[in-house]
């Protein structure tokens, strides 16, 4: 099941696999926001966005994976109650270190 959230200056792609073993995960495997609307709460929009159809579909758990240097991305996961793994992995197309963020809702 995917869905699109869409903001001014953001977008959000999430899929929640209702076949996996985290079929009690939201994943959100892309979080965009134009650098023209940095700084101006897209993001944490965005964010609040995909908790609310976690909830509105029963899921536990939001996920996704950052790359590892994107600091910028990382301070807003943080600040929005997200927490860091030790999991890592390797993007396919770019190579670079991934690290997944988890985040517990009710």
Do not use: Q
Not at 10 to 35: C, K, M, Q
């Amino acid at each position: 099941m995917e869905r699109r959230c869409f903001l001014l200056g953001g977008t959000a792609n999430l899929w929640a696999s209702p076949w996996s073993a985290r079929a009690r995960t939201l994943e959100i495997f892309y979080l965009g926001v134009d650098p023209d609307a940095w700084g101006s709460g897209v993001g944490t929009r965005l964010l609040h966005s995909a908790e609310d159809h976690a909830r509105e579909i029963g899921r536990e758990t939001l996920e996704l994976w950052v790359i590892n240097d994107n600091e910028r991305a990382i301070r807003l996961y943080e600040r929005s109650g997200w927490v860091g793994t030790e999991e890592v992995k390797r993007d396919m197309s770019s190579g670079r270190l991934e690290r997944r963020f988890l985040r517990h809702i009710r």
